[in-house]
């Protein structure tokens, strides 16, 4: 579990889209899987993704027109997965992430924390390799960013996820397994015990 931290417009978001293929690097390379991110096409890096990556944001982007069971199935759905496969697998990782009893409920219906829950359920429900989380507490009270932060840690283990958390929060930070700071265009590594609020 890597975190990435930094000032406001170090490039922390930046370093992640290029990372999970939605953005391209101007100079240098990026491999991924011994996967090298430049000779990919465009369909060739949303398959790479589609396959490899869940991506959590910090606004959840549930759409508001369909359940939570739903918006956890559509990233299935959009593989061509049949609906009763793909609406069971959803409802697997909504009670993962403990909300079966809130799966029929729409995305205004449930709180930012249920949110963000099931955000991640969505982002997971493919069984990626890889997880990639922007600030996935950041519109949280300091006690439900808390109880996401946990999940997502219980989440990396449970499922040997290779997870890239990028957060301002340095409490969080200190209790991933390595952190990457970036500071004026440069990325240093530094060890999580080290930060200082």
């Excluded at 170090?10 to 390379?29: E, N, P, T, V």
């Excluded at 790479?48 to 956890?72: C, D, M, S």
């Excluded at 992430?97 to 955000?119: D, M």
Aim: hydrophobic share 40%.
């Amino acid at each position: 579990m890597l975190a990435v931290v930094g000032e406001s417009g170090s490039g922390k978001s930046s370093l992640l889209h290029i990372l999970g293929m939605l953005d391209r690097a101007s100079q240098g390379d990026v491999y991924c899987a011994q996967i090298q991110a430049s000779k990919l096409t465009d369909d060739g890096a949303a398959d790479f993704r589609n396959r490899e990556i869940g991506f959590v944001w910090q606004f959840h982007y549930l759409l508001p027109e369909f359940t939570a069971q739903e918006n956890v199935a559509m990233p299935l759905l959009m593989r061509g997965t049949g609906y009763g496969t793909a609406m069971e697998k959803a409802g697997t990782w909504l009670r993962e992430v403990g909300l079966s009893n809130r799966s029929h409920h729409r995305a205004g219906e449930l709180s930012g924390g249920e949110q963000q829950r099931v955000a991640l359920a969505r982002a997971l429900v493919t069984g990626p390799q890889i997880l990639m989380a922007d600030e996935p507490t950041g519109d949280l009270d300091n006690r439900t960013a808390e109880l996401v932060f946990e999940l997502i840690q219980r989440l990396h283990r449970e499922y040997r996820l290779t997870s890239l958390i990028v957060t301002h929060n340095l409490d969080f930070a200190r209790r991933c397994d390595r952190v990457l700071r970036l500071h004026r265009g440069q990325a240093e590594e530094v060890p999580p015990a080290a930060l200082h609020n």
